[in-house]
């Protein structure tokens, strides 16, 4: 057996289960980490700029490519409280990241020693596992279960807590002997998948939903296949968004309250049965349950069994990873369509295509200041098939999702459930590690882009391009939105005179000088006609000098994106597309 010390046995693991890119910020009581990996020399270091940066890091680094895991490493007690919001983060939205944080020595943790914090409690409500360990002989075991167990089941994060003398202590390690541990995964039987697609079979109007979980399986391949050989339309959420193309006839449109099609809430209404894949059913995708569930039968895949009833108790619930499950869907159709058993869905097709066709909002506005919904047009003008978006949350994602397109599976990373500020900067660059040949975009509103903003120095440092576009209205835009049913518009004003700023009027912070000091470059728009040329200049400065480039758009100050409390009640703020000119890059034409 080999002997060195805990730590170096930990890192030479971390090599061993597939980890090659680490993110994070050294401090003193994780600089045995840091000094092993050094001596390990496999496993490279992109050095953030604030914890909670290096945790959404390693979240866009996982959700970038299948079997990912991003690793986010820190000292110990605020560096842990910092990396807080990425757990969260990754835990709603069943995304595997390992956070490896140093200690106070065991025999000062109790004493109020100086960063010294219980951050094994404070993790737990937002991990799969947060340990604490005390003995250097566990470590190698302890690591190794961190794996098993953010890939087994329902994906999700863990926190590894070392205390400083528990790094530094001797043991035995044989790295040779060493063998990661078979994940876990439930399978759907064959008496399962049969109930299930007789239901739907005997259904007039099936649907199906896709959510993140056939991403996460790495199952759209197979979702899309399984819709074709039924010939049934497919509803993606929001993080399922891809796993079939908009473009495909048998996208339905996306469900919901917010970042839905028109289209999509219509088809989904129409429909007297549903199969949902990998979802959780979240609330933006629903509304209420009564309007959602009214009038159709439901059948629910999911890999996490507490998720079957959680929202609403299903017709017939399967528990299943994604991948597996539709393996098994897929064959049994085939077998029954080469059986003739399956109905004809050509007619229920076309209704839901000639809906997708005919419910398109409008983009075409030539307002200055610009009006949102032109900046997505200009987007997808200009931004190809194999683009890969970036995006948290607020208005902008909101109309994103609404007039975006998608063409591919992990070409949309948002995060879904926690959606906190800040997260689009770091997640990018995190994207961007994870396959630097990809072409990503980012999207942010400007409260989004200033909370993390000094993540950009750490896409000049380690040449980690990639175009930002920020939407700047000056605006809590979401919020303030969401205030006209209190009768306010209180505490959601960003706007000030800039000082020295003048040209910007009251749009306040001045963006471009701030992505500029911070080793990026930066385009500015006033004017719609402006957007096009300066996106296509966006991707020449980025392939000359490799660093981020920021397109900002100066919006409108108020404008309400379509959005409502039901799926059968979204206001439509803004007038409708009535000609292919209206919406000249909608997925499907008017003329």
């Given at each position: 057996m080999a002997k060195m010390k805990a730590i170096e046995a930990a890192a030479k693991i971390l090599e061993l289960e597939g980890v090659n890119k680490a993110f994070g910020v050294p401090g003193a009581a994780i600089n045995p980490f840091y000094a092993a990996l050094k001596g390990l020399g496999s496993i490279d270091h992109v050095l953030a700029r604030h914890v909670e940066g290096a945790s959404h890091m390693a979240e866009g680094y996982t959700r970038a490519n299948a079997g990912n895991i991003g690793v986010c490493v820190g000292t110990s007690g605020p560096a842990g409280t910092d990396m807080i919001t990425g757990l969260y983060s990754a835990s709603a939205d069943s995304i595997p990241i390992l956070c490896i944080t140093g200690q106070a020595p065991r025999a000062r943790m109790h004493k109020?020693?100086?960063?010294?914090?219980?951050?094994?409690?404070?993790?737990?409500p937002v991990t799969k596992w947060a340990v604490t360990v005390l003995e250097p002989g566990?470590?190698?075991?302890?690591f190794q279960q961190a794996f098993?167990?953010?890939?087994?089941?329902?994906?999700?994060?863990?926190?590894?807590?070392?205390?400083?003398?528990?790094?530094?202590?001797?043991?035995?390690?044989?790295?040779?002997?060493?063998?990661?541990?078979?994940?876990?995964?439930?399978?759907?039987?064959?008496?399962?998948?049969?109930?299930?697609?007789?239901?739907?079979?005997?259904?007039?109007?099936?649907?199906?939903v896709s959510g993140g979980g056939v991403i996460n399986a790495d199952a759209a391949a197979l979702l899309t296949e399984f819709a074709e050989v039924l010939n049934v339309p497919v509803i993606p959420t929001l993080m399922g968004w891809g796993t079939i193309p908009d473009d495909h006839a048998l996208m339905a449109g996306m469900c919901g309250l917010q970042t839905s099609h028109r289209y999509g809430n219509a088809n989904l209404l129409a429909s007297d049965f549903v199969l949902g894949v990998g979802n959780r059913w979240a609330n933006r995708h629903t509304g209420s349950v009564d309007v959602y569930t009214k009038g159709r039968k439901?059948?629910?895949?999911?890999?996490?069994?507490?998720?079957?009833?959680r929202v609403f108790g299903p017709d017939l619930g399967i528990v299943s990873d994604a991948k597996v499950a539709l393996e098994l869907f897929v064959e049994v159709a085939k077998e029954w369509k080469a059986?003739?058993?399956l109905k004809d869905r050509s007619a229920w097709v076309a209704e839901c295509q000639e809906r997708k066709r005919t419910l398109q909002r409008k983009t075409h506005f030539d307002n200055t200041p610009v009006k949102p919904q032109r900046v997505?047009?200009?987007?997808?003008?200009?931004?190809?098939?194999?683009?890969?978006?970036?995006?948290?949350?607020?208005?902008?994602?909101?109309?994103?999702?609404?007039?975006?397109?998608?063409?591919?599976?992990?070409?949309?990373?948002?995060?879904?459930?926690?959606?906190?500020?800040?997260?689009?900067?770091?997640?990018a660059l995190g994207v961007c590690a994870a396959d630097p040949a990809r072409n990503v975009v980012a999207l942010s509103g400007d409260y989004d882009f200033q909370f993390m903003i000094e993540e950009l120095a750490v896409g000049a440092q380690f040449k980690l391009p990639y175009i930002h576009v920020l939407v700047n209205n000056s605006?809590?835009?979401?919020?303030?939105?969401?205030?006209?049913?209190?009768?306010?518009?209180?505490?959601?004003?960003?706007?000030?005179?800039?000082?020295?700023?003048?040209?910007?009027?009251?749009?306040?912070?001045?963006h471009k000088a701030v992505v500029e000091g911070l080793g990026c470059k930066a385009i500015r728009v006033f004017k719609p006609e402006d957007i096009a040329p300066a996106l296509e200049e966006a991707k020449k400065l980025m392939a000359e000098f490799s660093v981020p480039v920021v397109v900002e758009v100066i919006l409108e100050r108020v404008t309400n994106i379509s959005m409502g409390v039901e799926i059968d009640a979204v206001n439509e703020f803004e007038e409708l597309a009535e000609k292919g000119e209206d919406a000249p890059t909608a997925i499907s034409l008017l003329d």
């Open positions: 109020e020693d100086f960063q010294a914090v219980d951050i094994e409690s404070i993790a737990k566990q470590v190698p075991g302890v098993h167990i953010m890939r087994s089941g329902r994906p999700g994060p863990v926190l590894i807590d070392l205390p400083f003398d528990v790094q530094m202590a001797e043991i035995e390690f044989d790295p040779e002997a060493y063998q990661p541990m078979t994940p876990y995964k439930p399978a759907a039987t064959r008496i399962q998948v049969e109930k299930a697609l007789t239901m739907l079979n005997d259904a007039d109007k099936p649907l199906l439901f059948v629910h895949v999911d890999i996490e069994p507490t998720q079957i009833g059986a003739g058993k997505y047009e200009e987007m997808n003008k200009v931004f190809g098939r194999d683009t890969t978006y970036v995006s948290t949350i607020g208005l902008s994602q909101i109309a994103a999702a609404q007039f975006l397109h998608v063409y591919k599976d992990r070409n949309w990373i948002n995060c879904g459930q926690a959606g906190p500020l800040g997260w689009t900067i770091p997640a605006y809590l835009g979401l919020i303030r939105q969401s205030q006209r049913g209190f009768d306010m518009d209180y505490c959601v004003q960003l706007a000030f005179e800039n000082i020295n700023a003048p040209e910007l009027g009251e749009y306040g912070v001045d």
